[in-house]
């Protein structure tokens, strides 16, 4: 069965940095993007950051633009998330999401909603804290 299991939260101060990782199984993890999403207490499930299956394109939300990246290391069903110049405001249980469909064009990974997710890990708390 599909799993998704993500570690690496924690402790940051605002302007550090933080790596996430989701370790995949159960599917041919290089057939599908893969998402990260974060939920903040008392707010919505947010979008962060998409990436297709072979790695060839990414798509941010602007909140995290330039701050963090979204990578995929498809030989080890791993993906990653590399948080930086980390604020108070990233604080949220981080999770990692797999796409419904296989072989997601580059073009459409802008219009994926929390809706178009399959399987949901278990999420990793990131707190940014002085």
């Known amino acids: 069965q599909v799993q998704l299991v993500e570690s690496g939260g924690g402790l940051a101060q605002p302007g550090g940095s933080l790596r996430l990782s989701c370790a995949a199984s159960?599917?041919?993890?290089?057939?599908?993007?893969m998402g990260w999403f974060r939920q903040a207490p008392g707010k919505e499930r947010e979008f962060v950051a998409v990436?297709?299956?072979?790695?060839?394109?990414?798509y941010y939300a602007d909140s995290v633009k330039a701050r963090f990246t979204i990578s995929r290391d498809n030989a080890k069903n791993t993906l990653s998330l590399q948080m930086n110049s980390l604020n108070p405001e990233d604080t949220a249980l981080y999770y990692c999401?797999?796409?419904?469909?296989?072989?997601?064009?580059?073009?459409?990974?802008?219009?994926?909603?929390?809706?178009?997710?399959?399987?949901w890990g278990q999420g990793t708390q990131v707190t940014v804290s002085s």
């Open positions: 990436i297709t299956g072979s790695g060839s394109s990414v």
């Open positions: 999401a797999k796409d419904k469909a296989p072989l997601r064009r580059s073009y459409d990974l802008q219009l994926l909603g929390p809706r178009d997710y399959d399987f």
């Open positions: 159960g599917f041919t993890f290089s057939r599908y993007a």
